[in-house]
């Protein structure tokens, strides 16, 4: 069973910055460096939307919305992937999940972030 916990979100006032980071636990192995690795994003009424993905070379993607401001990365060996997150906007407020495209496992509770002044 893998475990997923995201971390580093909070209240942030326009045009700030945070950086999440998500953590794999469990039977994950070596498994976590061949896998893709993504952000979701949640709001209140919507479907959950994917913010940005890595692949197992480091290529990665991103939805339109982002502009530019957000960067994913991953560390295998420590079975984590980051999301630093800049020139964060109202709209940008939502929960912030971590899963693989390749192979989806449950989701964890997610970091909220909050974008306000």
């Known amino acids: 069973q893998v475990q997923l916990v995201e971390s580093g979100g909070g209240l942030v006032q326009p045009g700030g910055s945070l950086r999440l980071s998500c953590a794999a636990s469990?039977?994950?192995?070596?498994?976590?460096?061949?896998?893709?690795w993504g952000w979701y994003r949640q709001t209140p009424g919507k479907q959950r939307e994917l913010v940005a993905s890595i692949g197992s070379t480091g290529r990665t993607n991103y939805a339109d919305f982002v502009e530019g401001r957000f960067t994913i990365s991953r560390d295998n060996g420590k079975k984590t992937v980051y999301l630093q997150m800049n020139s964060l906007k109202p709209e940008d407020t939502a929960v912030y999940y971590c899963n693989s495209p390749t192979k989806p496992y449950n989701w964890g509770q997610g970091t909220q972030v909050t974008v306000s002044s």
């Open positions: 469990g039977t994950i192995f070596s498994i976590y460096s061949i896998y893709s």
